[in-house]
């Protein structure tokens, strides 16, 4: 499977030109959550902790991992930068493919999901990103991210009534976000701060490691990579839960 990997990498190098190479530079890697290094290293303790806690989907997650780096590069860039919407359409190709070739109840799903609508609000495509938000809140509403960046695409509509009931919304489900607080509080929000909704089971679950991925287990390269592979996490982990808003390996998470 890792020689599969490696050659699959470098033949797509061969024959795509990158927008950018997937590479990860160590900085980059450093932002990435910790199961992207363990994805390209599969004799580690790492690989094997984490495909047990994430199931047979895990062998696409690489895919993601691409998405996510892409995003953070187009942050690092000015709005007129030319690269710029070049590397989020190799963000969006990235998640596209983690949506269609995982189970419906893969756990990063709504983080997936998430991620997407950020990148398509960054590239000012509002109705498709409006749409993958409320659908990541949908799935997991525990997400303070989706609900402060769809809050802030309202708020640039000039729409703040919605703006202030998309962010009262994540405060129910989220009540010591302290970004949210502050958001509220600059949209008009008065105290006391809405009242939580009350405990409800986890919205997903993570694929079981005996299933087969929807359309094929195969892995196959990041959309817009070039060949190497970054280098592997040097201690084993423990997989954190999956999920909760208070992840640690969630890139985006304001808190």
Avoid at 22 to 28: D, G, I, L
Avoid at 68 to 90: H, I, P, W, Y
Avoid at 199 to 218: C, F, L, V
Wanted: with cysteine; net charge negative; charged share 25%.
């Amino acid at each position: 499977m890792k020689l599969e990997f490696i050659l699959g990498l470098a033949g797509f190098a061969l024959t795509q030109p990158a927008v950018a190479d997937w590479k990860p530079s160590p900085a980059e890697m450093a932002m990435l959550p910790p199961y992207c290094a363990a994805r390209f290293d599969e004799s580690s303790e790492a690989f094997k902790s984490w495909r047990s806690s994430m199931g047979q989907d895990f062998i696409h997650v690489h895919h993601y991992c691409a998405g996510l780096n892409f995003v953070n590069r187009a942050r690092g860039m000015g709005s007129t930068d030319k690269g710029r919407q070049g590397t989020l359409e190799a963000a969006l190709r990235n998640f596209d493919y983690m949506l269609e070739h995982t189970h419906p109840d893969f756990s990063l799903r709504p983080e997936i999901l998430m991620n997407r609508g950020i990148a398509l609000s960054m590239m000012n495509r509002t109705g498709e990103a409006i749409g993958d938000l409320l659908k990541s809140i949908e799935a997991d509403p525990n997400q303070p991210r989706a609900y402060l960046t769809l809050a802030d695409m309202y708020d640039r509509q000039k729409n703040r009534a919605k703006a202030l009931e998309t962010v009262t919304e994540g405060l129910r489900h989220n009540p010591d976000t302290k970004s949210l607080q502050r958001r509220y509080t600059e949209l008009g929000g008065k105290l006391p701060y809405p009242e939580p909704v009350g405990p409800a089971p986890d919205a997903t679950q993570a694929g079981k490691p005996g299933e087969t991925s929807p359309s094929d287990t195969r892995s196959t390269p990041p959309d817009g990579s070039a060949a190497g592979t970054p280098a592997a996490s040097a201690e084993p982990e423990t997989p954190p839960k999956i999920g909760s808003p208070s992840n640690p390996y969630c890139r985006f998470c304001p808190d």
